[in-house]
């Protein structure tokens, strides 16, 4: 399944040609894409990406950050399988999205994930939120037998970022743990 990041890097450019300024507007368009692996071990558990994580318009060198509250924008997987069957939630996430000769820095924070497993799941109000996306999270299935998990990050293009496709891999594992 794929999962994407997209964003665009405007750089201005002032000249001055017999004294009028002219303004140069070069409009670079970033696209990253993140490949998003759901591995499960079970046939009945699920993993979908429902939920790109976009940054819209960023600027070079303004870093940039997406909630894992904000609707529209924040990465959302949901996981499905058993109600009442615990499991434990383990993401490999990215330092660098690149492209041919240029990288770009991601960062995903100390509580950059929540988890619900109430129906309708809430985003702005999980129950289980400020999650460490770099540890392993364990929890359990609620009466629908579904997990959603958001996850935000941290965008910091450089102060000259080369325009491209940046690519990098989220893997997200669930795993049954038999409790």
Same mark, same amino acid.
């Given at each position: 399944?794929?999962?994407?990041?997209?964003?665009? *890097?405007?750089?201005?450019?002032?000249?001055?040609? #017999?004294?009028?300024?002219?303004? !140069?507007?070069?409009?670079?368009?970033?696209?990253?894409? *993140?490949?998003?692996?759901?591995?499960?071990?079970?046939?009945?558990?699920?993993?979908?990406?429902?939920? #790109?994580?976009?940054?819209?318009?960023?600027? =070079?060198?303004?870093?940039?950050? *997406?909630?894992?509250?904000?609707? =529209?924008? =924040?990465? @959302?997987?949901?996981?499905?399988?058993?109600?009442?069957? @615990?499991?434990?939630?383990?993401?490999?996430?990215?330092?660098?999205?690149? $492209? $041919?000769?240029?990288?770009? /820095?991601?960062?995903?924070?100390? *509580? &950059?994930?929540?988890?619900?497993?109430?129906?309708?799941? &809430?985003?702005? #109000?999980?129950?289980? #939120?400020?999650?460490?996306? !770099? @540890?392993?999270?364990?929890?359990?299935?609620?009466?629908?037998?579904?997990?959603?998990?958001?996850?935000?990050?941290?965008?910091?293009?450089?102060?000259? /970022?080369?325009?491209?496709?940046?690519? =990098?891999?989220?893997?997200?594992?669930?795993?049954?743990?038999?409790?």
């Amino acid at each position: 399944m794929d999962f994407c990041i997209l964003s665009r *890097i405007f750089s201005y450019c002032l000249t001055c040609s #017999d004294f009028a300024f002219r303004i !140069h507007v070069m409009r670079s368009v970033i696209t990253a894409l *993140i490949l998003v692996f759901g591995v499960s071990s079970s046939v009945a558990q699920t993993v979908t990406a429902t939920n #790109d994580l976009l940054f819209g318009d960023i600027f =070079a060198g303004v870093p940039k950050t *997406i909630l894992k509250t904000s609707a =529209a924008s =924040a990465a @959302e997987f949901t996981v499905t399988g058993t109600s009442g069957d @615990e499991l434990t939630l383990t993401f490999d996430l990215p330092t660098y999205l690149s $492209t $041919t000769g240029a990288n770009m /820095q991601v960062f995903f924070g100390n *509580i &950059d994930c929540a988890i619900d497993s109430t129906n309708p799941p &809430d985003q702005s #109000d999980p129950s289980a #939120d400020d999650l460490n996306p !770099h @540890e392993v999270q364990t929890y359990r299935f609620g009466s629908s037998g579904q997990l959603n998990v958001w996850l935000g990050g941290k965008l910091v293009p450089g102060l000259v /970022q080369k325009a491209g496709n940046y690519v =990098a891999t989220i893997r997200l594992t669930a795993v049954l743990t038999g409790d």
